[in-house]
């Protein structure tokens, strides 16, 4: 990343004096002078992702409330966490490759168990009774191993329990997602949103929140037909011949076929319900096309999830088509594969914390904030504009400890790195941002590779030993 040369030279004798660091800081000039000049409080620096607790606008939840009627509120609850517990222990559906693998090993214990050469001792009539017994087994086995995946069907009674179920956990994580769009990117004002697998219509809440002077129009598509009847019914405060306050809401069961563009489109917690990844690309490249501007992927932070929406990234990311070349916002601060990703062995997925008050609908409804794990990526056409893209991002919580703190980073040469501030080896500014930066959030520097320790500006401490930071 390139920063202005306007620094002063004090600053620049800060970084070749004070840093006995392997790892290279720099921290952003402005950031630095703001904080020196008392203009700009650590805690409020501009990597900073906020918000980080959510709760329903009492408007929202009043009408969530009001669309439950007359429904026994002690079984809409158990189903909603019936249908929440399922969400998250999602999987898509397997690939045929998979399938065959899967068969392979199967068949390769079965046969250590029924060995082949059994056959040459049996009669015609036993042998085919054998091979029977050990197709049975195979499937069955497979069977037990294979996710059985299917579509959820959502009727009127199930889109009620996915409104009480989800309603506050997706409204918590899209409105950190476009909040965090917005900051970013505070000339963006869209005039147009477009919303695949929009369900009960939580990212139209949210859109309608930040930009709702702006959006002319909403388009929603949801196959359920019972989804978009609800999601209407909400904008209406749950009363139906009241009039919606958005302009110009649309709903389909399906995909349009104009090449309409619109400024903002979002496709979040539907990649999960398409059928195979021939289908989950074919959707993608028809949204990408329909978008003008920026486009959000949002699933369950899940292994599963995270998986989902990297592979989404990458397919966008990878089209030769030169009118449809784009580039990462968030949360990568690069365009390469994510790398938790390249190691297989490792099964931690990328994913960050949004915290939340879950919908109360009566006394008795426990009303503690809960966390939900998400994992999302924003594109937007055109080439990179934004300087401050490489900002390294924190993606698990920060360790603060005695005079030092611990960050683990995504960088922007694709690469997770462990960084220990601490004021005498980075500065007081690296330090004082990164130990009131949470897990999510981005460090307004440059964190550079593995540099001499300070005996190359300094010769008169060559024999001081090298600190030993772990990249």
């Known amino acids: 990343m390139q920063f202005s040369l306007n620094c002063t030279r004090r600053h620049v004798a800060q970084r070749l004096y004070r840093f006995t660091s392997k790892i290279a800081v720099d921290v952003d000039p402005t950031v630095i002078s703001g904080l020196e000049q008392a203009t700009l409080k650590p805690r409020k620096h501009p990597g900073i992702v906020k918000p980080n607790h959510l709760e329903l606008p009492q408007q929202l939840g009043d009408t969530l409330r009001r669309i439950v009627g007359d429904h026994p509120v002690k079984k809409v609850l158990q189903d909603s966490q019936m249908l ?3 969400i998250r222990s999602r999987h898509p559906p397997p690939t045929l490759a998979e399938i065959e693998n899967k068969k392979k090993l199967i068949v390769e214990e079965v046969n250590a168990k029924m060995s082949l050469e059994r056959l040459a001792t049996l009669s ?9 017994k050990r197709e049975l087994e195979i499937n069955k086995r497979l069977s037990q191993r294979t996710y059985a995946w299917k579509p959820i069907e959502y009727g009127a009674y199930e889109a009620i329990v996915y409104a009480v179920a989800r309603g506050a956990q997706e409204y918590a994580v899209l409105k950190r997602v476009l909040t965090e769009l917005a900051q970013r990117d505070e000339q963006f004002k869209p005039r147009s949103y477009f919303d695949f ?8 809440w949210v859109a309608s929140e930040l930009w709702k002077e702006n959006i002319f129009e909403y388009y929603n598509v949801d196959r359920s037909r ?5 999601s209407e019914l909400i904008l209406r405060d749950g009363q139906e011949n009241k009039q919606i306050s958005l302009r110009n809401v649309f709903y389909r069961q399906f995909l349009p076929a104009i090449e309409t563009k619109y400024d903002l489109v979002i496709i979040s917690h539907t990649l999960f319900e398409m059928v ?8 993608l490249l028809n949204l990408w096309r329909k978008c003008d501007g920026y486009m959000v992927i949002a699933e369950e932070g899940t292994r599963r999830g995270c998986e989902l929406v990297n592979d989404a990234r990458r397919f966008l990311l990878h089209i030769k088509d030169e009118e449809l070349q784009g580039h990462t916002v968030a949360p990568c601060p690069h365009d390469l594969r994510c790398p938790r990703l390249k190691d297989l062995a490792d099964r931690t997925p990328c994913n960050f914390p949004v ?3 879950p919908l109360r609908l009566s006394s008795d409804n426990y009303g503690d904030r809960q966390t939900s794990l998400y994992s999302y990526a924003i594109l937007k056409k055109g080439p990179v504009t934004d300087t401050s893209r490489p900002w390294p991002r924190i993606v698990r919580p920060t360790l603060v400890r005695s005079k030092h703190a611990i960050c683990r980073l995504c960088t922007e040469e694709g690469k997770l790195q462990e960084v220990i501030f601490t004021k005498a080896k980075h500065g007081k500014s690296a330090y004082s941002c990164a130990k009131v930066s949470r897990w999510g959030d981005r460090l307004p520097m ?3 590779p593995l540099q001499p320790s300070s005996q190359t500006t300094n010769p008169s401490k060559t024999d001081q030993p090298q600190d030993a930071e772990l990249a």
């Open 84 to 86: 929440n517990s399922y």
């Open 124 to 132: 015609e009539e036993e042998a085919d009774r054998w091979k029977r």
């Open 446 to 448: 440059a964190v550079g």
């Open 355 to 357: 915290k939340y008050a």
């Open 197 to 204: 697998g929009s369900g009960v219509g939580t990212g139209m």
């Open 276 to 283: 195979d990844k021939a289908q989950r690309e074919e959707v």
């Open 226 to 230: 019972e989804m978009n009847e609800l």
